[in-house]
């Protein structure tokens, strides 16, 4: 079984989306799939990182060129020539409707099967304007998919909600997590919340800020995340003085992956506040909600459906409310619920990469 990937990844760990895409393949390959991954890098040693991390799969190839406009149509004529020759059972997945066309005509040519991966994207005329034409023009398309891979629950129930009378081959399979990288991650003692992610404005970070605020002055904020460079600073600079917390918070700008677990240790609750907007409340798949259930500290997160659709109340659901997001934050601190925590645990199991991996191969096996 061949599969591939149908997107030039941007070759660095600094990249979410990059993350995601090489554990999540990386893990099915170990089932006895070969996958094929394309990708450009800016930096070599963030090519032999990513190298590093694919080096005990037999069964995973990355094909990169160095970043520039002529290997990035390089690139995609190596994944039509790969998809072409030899013809065998192959599974072309994409990201996105707009890189539709070619993997269309590829399925044409060859014995193949499209998979269309849901994200913060998917659903684009409920994020677009001119919805009414974008709706119908993307509805054109999904009937031409094979599969659509749902990243989350509540993703799945909002699709089939405005597309109710089609009919689809569709599998729900949220992000996943390395368990044992985050299964020695304990609390602390003081009264350090924490965050790391992305700054995007969807994402609502202003949302801790602002709960700082109705917190005791004994709490202080330590985050970490953004991108690398000056702008990220300045967000939370910005922040801290419009909320006269600059004396409680402690930015440490961008840290790699792999140091997000080290990162976490010894805070006393993780935070994870989102948006009123459609990607936050039902199209995300928050990667550092698996991350941050694998560990033994509390979670405060916004109650939407994105998150609510995942946990079953094993964290503190709160509303997207600066005051409630604060009494939930001194309720996770005054509670010592194990029981919670174990529950917790047991989810972020549920949705290990390697199980995410299992689940995925079955369904492939089985629409083969």
């Not at 160095?66 to 390089?74: A, D, E, G, Q």
């Not at 304990?186 to 700054?199: A, N, P, S």
């Not at 953004?226 to 801290?240: L, V």
Request: hydrophobic residues 35%; aromatic residues 14%.
């Amino acid at each position: 079984m061949n599969i591939f990937y149908y997107h030039n990844l941007d070759l660095t760990f600094k990249s979410a989306q990059t993350i995601q895409v090489i554990k999540d393949y990386y893990y099915l390959s170990k089932n006895g799939c070969n996958v094929f991954l394309y990708g450009l890098y800016r930096d070599k040693n963030d090519l032999k990182e990513i190298k590093e991390y694919l080096q005990n799969s037999q069964n995973i190839y990355l094909n990169h060129k160095k970043r520039s406009k002529l290997n990035k149509i390089f690139l995609k004529l190596k994944i039509i020539k790969d998809i072409l020759f030899p013809k065998s059972k192959n599974f072309i997945v994409i990201r996105h409707y707009k890189n539709f066309k070619i993997p269309y005509i590829l399925k044409k040519l060859t014995n193949s099967k499209i998979i269309l991966e849901m994200h913060e994207e998917s659903i684009p005329h409920l994020l677009k304007k001119n919805k009414k034409n974008l709706k119908k023009k993307f509805l054109n398309i999904i009937k031409k998919i094979d599969i659509l891979i749902f990243t989350n629950f509540s993703q799945k129930e909002l699709f089939f909600k405005e597309f109710n009378n089609i009919s689809l081959n569709d599998i729900v399979l949220p992000n996943g997590v390395e368990i044992e990288n985050f299964k020695n991650i304990t609390k602390g003692d003081e009264f350090i919340i924490t965050y790391v992610g992305q700054f995007n404005r969807w994402k609502n970070i202003e949302l801790i800020f602002k709960a700082m605020v109705y917190l005791p002055k004994k709490y202080r904020l330590k985050i970490a995340g953004g991108k690398d460079d000056k702008k990220s600073k300045s967000f939370i600079e910005k922040m801290a003085n419009q909320y006269n917390l600059k004396d409680r918070v402690d930015f440490f700008g961008y840290i790699p992956n792999k140091d997000v677990p080290n990162f976490l240790n010894g805070s006393r609750v993780l935070l994870l506040p989102l948006g009123d907007n459609i990607q936050s409340k039902y199209l995300t798949s928050p990667m550092k909600l698996f991350e941050y259930m694998a560990t033994k500290i509390p979670i405060v997160a916004v109650n939407y459906p994105s998150i609510n659709k995942i946990v079953n109340n094993e964290i503190y659901l709160a509303k997207n409310d600066p005051k409630d997001f604060a009494l939930k934050i001194e309720e996770a601190v005054e509670n010592s619920n194990n029981n919670k925590i174990e529950k917790m645990n047991q989810i972020a199991q549920k949705f290990s990469y390697k199980n995410r991996a299992k689940k995925f191969y079955k369904f492939l096996k089985e629409n083969s």
